[in-house]
């Protein structure tokens, strides 16, 4: 907003020197008793400094006022002011001006039914309807009312106003403009709108001659693929430094992903963007919606445009059929890769999975295949009682099918406690009942499940396994090394701390 209003110049030109009649002004009439002096018909004078062309006018030279009326014309140097009729007291130092109002120079132009001067402090203002235009850049403001103080480069327009300069529009209640500064202040419900962005916000400042500024609450901005809403946005083009804050809500319509946090950070110079503050990475796909949650995320995309998203501390996952923790996360959107560290756990159906490090196989954000790394397990809850079928070793490989556990390799002191069924049919009706506890230790083994059931197993090594029957378990041998269940850690549903504006 390059309001460089040079026009109202000529409104401070009213305030010094003696009213002087120029050769052709055809009548003057004079009043002694009122020491009033009348200008009738071609009328033009020179006054405190400037030129003025009227039909008529009126000067009472003891209270030092002119009343000027009929195609009102003053000028000096470069500027020209035109209006229907004028009033002004060199006793006060004010103006006022009527009727077509019209101020200009060589690059602008104002228009307005009537303005009114304050000399001594420097004001102008109109009240009812303004328009400014810049006949060099097309650069146009129109407003209800604005107040100017050409002296301080300062203006404030408010009621409806509306800037425009080619492909750039801003409308706003209240407008300040500080020249010196190059800096516009808008209050009030704000839009502005170019061919390849849409911005909304109540309240912010704009630095026009470096393209940054804060907009503040309800901030709401638009491009092609992408939206983001937020109480506080900071934008500075040069280095296109962008940073939001408090109640962030990014939408990435291109790649199906929405961001949710309280802080997000993004520059052209670093590879990464950051979101903060419960951040939250939503994922939408075909078949379901990937919830990936943290303290931090970091954002990035490699050579091959591929989106990269890393989170630390507090990492959650969540999907209809999938829950998972960890302290850190690292995923690979275009493969689907998605890796956990430091005391991660799955949770699938009734299976929980742990170990040093999990990795997740996901394809349309869903559970294909996963590799336990570090002191490895799998544990399902198989009945109502506290009964797990339950599988260890160092290296656990699980496939999934329609998220149910369906086979797992394990490898590296191989260990499975599971509690085999027996079916057998009494009067028409199939009868399961649980046999015993097996345990079965060995280099590798390979498990296949049916809904949590042990339904075949191959081991590779000699194996070495035990039996109990189910009245004659042995306590010691019920459980895994290490077992822990964890329901309560298992994520119920994403935490999210806001919606959707």
Not at 73 to 95: E, N, Q, R, V
Not at 122 to 130: C, D, S
Not at 145 to 162: A, E, Q
Not at 473 to 498: A, H, M, Q
């Amino acid at each position: 907003f390059i309001f460089g209003f040079i026009v109202l110049r000529s409104l401070s030109f009213i305030g010094q020197g003696t009213l002087t009649l120029l050769p052709g002004s055809e009548k003057v009439y004079y009043d002694k008793t009122t020491q009033t002096h009348r200008l009738v018909g071609t009328v033009s004078f020179t006054y405190q400094g400037n030129t003025m062309y009227c039909d008529s006018a009126f000067y009472k030279e003891k209270e030092k006022i002119v009343r000027a009326f009929g195609h009102v014309h003053i000028t000096k140097d470069d500027i020209d002011l035109y209006c229907d009729s004028l009033f002004y007291s060199g006793t006060h130092k004010f103006a006022r001006l009527w009727g077509h109002v019209n101020v200009r120079d060589a690059a602008y132009k104002l228009s307005s039914d009537s303005v009114e001067y304050h000399a001594k402090s420097g004001l102008a203002v109109y009240k009812n309807k303004g328009r400014i235009e810049n006949s060099l850049n097309r650069e146009l403001i129109t407003s209800k009312v604005g107040y100017f103080y050409p002296k301080t480069g300062s203006y404030f327009f408010s009621g409806k106003v509306r800037y425009k300069k080619e492909d750039l529009t801003m409308a706003t209640d209240t407008l300040q403009f500080v020249h010196e500064k190059q800096t516009a202040y808008f209050h009030g419900r704000t839009q502005i709108k170019n061919d390849s962005i849409e911005i909304q916000c109540s309240k912010g400042h704009f630095r026009v001659d470096k393209n940054e500024g804060t907009l503040y609450k309800d901030v709401l901005i638009r491009q092609k693929d992408h939206e983001i809403s937020c109480d506080t946005a900071i934008y500075q083009e040069t280095n296109q430094w962008f940073t939001a804050k408090g109640q962030v809500f990014m939408v990435d319509n291109k790649r199906h992903l929405n961001l949710i946090g309280a802080y997000f950070h993004s520059q052209n110079n670093q590879s990464e963007s950051v979101l903060a503050g419960n951040a939250t990475a939503l994922e939408f796909s075909r078949k379901d919606t990937l919830f990936l949650q943290a303290d931090t995320l970091r954002l990035s995309q490699d050579s091959l445009d591929e989106r990269i998203i890393k989170g630390y501390q507090h990492v959650r996952i969540y999907t209809q059929q999938l829950q998972a923790k960890g302290d850190s996360t690292y995923y690979r959107s275009s493969t689907g890769n998605l890796s956990l560290y430091k005391n991660p756990m799955i949770w699938s159906k009734n299976a929980e999975l742990k170990g040093d490090t999990v990795h997740l196989f996901l394809k349309d954000s869903t559970l294909e295949s996963a590799q336990i790394d570090g002191n490895a397990s799998a544990i399902i809850k198989i009945d109502t009682l506290s009964n797990y079928n339950q599988l260890a070793g160092k290296k656990i490989t699980a496939w999934f099918h329609e998220s149910e556990l369906e086979k797992a390799k394990v490898v590296g002191q191989a260990w499975t406690i599971y509690y085999p069924i027996e079916e057998t049919k009494e009067d028409s009706l199939l009868v399961r009942k649980r046999m015993g506890l097996n345990r079965l230790y060995a280099r590798e083994l390979v498990v296949d499940l049916d809904r949590g059931e042990v339904v075949k197993i191959n081991f590779v090594g000699k194996p070495d396994g035990v039996f109990y029957p189910m009245d004659q378990i042995d306590e010691k041998e019920r459980f895994i090394r290490g077992f822990s269940w964890n329901p309560t850690l298992r994520p119920k549903k994403p935490s999210l701390v806001l919606k959707r504006r």
